[in-house]
């Protein structure tokens, strides 16, 4: 199935919106030569971000903003590309316990927090129910 146009303009400019989210944050604080606490804390709030879209009626009543927030928005402010090359470059300066550390402390956090928003997530009463 093709998108439509409108979908992917949506999904365009939402990308636009948290690439220079997430360029704008690693200016203000740079991750520096220890742990990317910057890019950590990126991913973790966009995976609790895309947990929460949801909850928004606004993204349940419309596919395009649904598209613009979620794979838009979101998928340009979480970055795993630079996960994994700050993940190697870790490993590659002969820090491996840090590298570990960051990778999978980065996967368990995302983790953690799309699962604890998604336990707060049911509690909300539907649309119809209000």
């Known amino acids: 199935m093709t998108p439509s146009p409108r979908l992917l303009l949506a999904v365009a400019a939402g ?11 690693t200016e203000a604080v740079p991750d520096g030569s220890g742990f990317p606490w910057t890019t950590f804390a990126i991913n973790v709030s966009g ?8 909850l928004l009626p606004l993204a349940r009543r419309s596919p395009v903003w649904a598209a613009a927030l979620g794979p838009g928005v979101l998928g340009g402010y979480t970055t795993f590309s630079a996960t994994s090359e700050q993940g ?4 590659a300066s002969g820090r491996t316990g840090l590298a570990l550390a960051y990778l999978l402390g980065t ?7 799309t699962t604890l928003v998604g336990r707060v997530a049911p509690a909300l009463p539907e649309e119809d129910e209000r």
């Open 15 to 25: 990308g636009a919106v948290g690439a220079l989210a997430r360029y704008g944050a």
């Open 47 to 54: 995976s609790a971000l895309l947990a929460a879209l949801l």
């Open 88 to 91: 190697r470059a870790l490993l």
């Open 107 to 113: 996967l368990a956090s995302c983790l953690l927090a």
